[in-house]
């Protein structure tokens, strides 16, 4: 689905007490980063959660990161959210770091069960990142958000939270 083609979402009712939320984030791209957090912040407001973030180096580190954080003991988040952006450049890189960082969140999140929400941004341009990170309806850390939302949600229902 494209950006302009995004279904415009309600944020999830989630049952029970206000979910408790980690957004990890690559904040290489701090415009285009901070505006997909801004955007989940504000879906997270409205749907009452607390939420902690942090920082890490790069894409490449998101599903380490994750990985940790579903391995502490003692502090529990009830969902997940991973920010980043990968920007094409003149070589392969870009083609290893969008696949790795992809399959290793998906692999988190199939071995876990754990509700995690996706915002990796993979671009050909940083214009096209923008556009995807602004104050509008199109902000892909926002649509992230409601994702992870219902993700919780579902998890309350079927009582695996």
């Known amino acids: 689905m494209s950006t302009i083609d995004a279904v415009s979402r309600e944020t999830p009712s989630i049952p029970g007490p206000p979910p408790r939320l980690l957004v990890i984030q690559a904040p290489y791209y701090e415009q285009v980063v901070g505006g997909m957090r801004r955007g989940a912040e504000g879906v997270f407001a409205e749907a009452g959660a607390g939420v902690e973030v942090v920082d890490v ?21 009830d969902g997940y959210l991973v920010l980043g952006c990968v920007v094409r ?73």
Not at 58 to 74: I, K, N, V, W
Not at 95 to 104: A, F, K, L, N
Not at 126 to 148: D, F, H, I, P, T
């Open 57 to 77: 180096a790069g894409a490449f580190e998101l599903p380490a990161a994750l990985r940790m954080a579903l391995s502490q003991t003692g502090t529990r988040f």
């Open 89 to 161: 450049g003149e070589t392969d890189h870009y083609d290893h770091i969008c696949r790795e960082t992809c399959r290793g969140v998906m692999d988190l999140s199939t071995e876990t069960g754990a509700a995690i929400g996706f915002g990796l941004l993979t671009v050909d341009t940083l214009q096209q990142a923008v556009a995807r990170s602004g104050e509008n309806r199109m902000n892909k850390g926002a649509e992230a958000a409601q994702a992870l939302l219902g993700q919780v949600a579902l998890r309350r229902r079927w009582k695996l939270a």
